[in-house]
């Protein structure tokens, strides 16, 4: 019977020569996600114009539903710009801004008046009191008798301020955060994912594992089973940090007067 050297080599040089598949990302994933990644750092915008409602009153009432508690940014029609902080609102085509004022002074009431009073840390100096009425005032340097409650209190007043008349005003936006998440969160989903493939082509980690005869009890991951694994934890890291980057960047709403 002739040697079978040669025969028992062959295997191993199969194996040798045979190909290693390769692994990568698909095109269509890249520029699918550079084209996100483009969306959400330029920051998404909409433009609300008195042409998308049935009339003026319409147009305005949306307008002072929807910003009269937000920072807005007001543009002139003079191009100069600035920013309030507690909304505003217009009134008799009047832009006016609402402000927070904190007014102190002495105050005293009966106890019947007291609706509820909760001390601040545990000292009797601080407190905050509600009213039966419904007021409600920060209190310092609190003293009580039998009947009767004395103290500084603070209430916080709304002012409004006004700003100009509407013909001169250009624009007004503000940055509304929840809208831009989703974006973010599809756009980390892809960006993260192709990362993560990426990465692991760096690692070398889409080349095929061969064992020695003996060896059966190993089963190693094939290249397709690692690029999924991979694509799944690069893509779970990006929607985190993607969802987050979007809250952070916000969409831009833009009410435009006289363009």
Not at 60 to 77: A, G, H, S
Not at 174 to 190: A, C, D, E, S
Not at 241 to 258: A, V
């Amino acid at each position: 019977m002739k040697s079978s050297l040669s025969d028992t080599a062959k295997p191993t040089q199969d194996l040798k020569n045979k190909s290693t598949p390769r692994v990568c990302s698909s095109p269509f994933i890249k520029y699918f996600s550079a084209f996100l990644l483009f969306l959400l750092f330029a920051g998404c915008s909409s433009t609300i114009r008195e042409g998308d409602f049935s009339s003026k009153e319409k147009f305005l009432e949306d307008f002072n539903n929807t910003v009269k508690t937000k920072e807005l940014k007001i543009t002139l029609l003079s191009d100069s710009s600035f920013t309030v902080n507690e909304g505003a609102a217009i009134e008799n085509d009047t832009l006016f801004s609402f402000g927070k004022l904190d007014e102190k002074k002495n105050y005293q009431f009966a106890l019947s008046d007291i609706e509820e009073i909760n001390f601040e840390n545990n000292s009797i100096q601080r407190a905050s009191i509600l009213l039966k009425s419904g007021d409600g005032l920060r209190a310092e340097n609190v003293r009580t008798t039998h009947d009767s409650i004395s103290f500084i209190g603070t209430k916080t007043l709304m002012t409004k301020t006004t700003i100009a008349r509407i013909d001169r005003v250009k624009a007004i936006s503000y940055k509304n955060h929840w809208r831009n998440i989703p974006l973010g969160v599809i756009t980390g989903f892809f960006t993260g994912g192709t990362i993560g493939l990426a990465i692991g082509g760096l690692l070398g980690e889409y080349k095929e594992q061969h064992f020695p005869p003996g060896m059966t009890d190993q089963h190693p991951f094939s290249p397709l089973e690692k690029a999924i694994g991979y694509f799944i934890s690069g893509s779970f890291v990006g929607l985190i940090t993607g969802g987050i980057l979007g809250w952070e960047i916000g969409r831009t709403i833009e009410y435009q007067f006289n363009p």
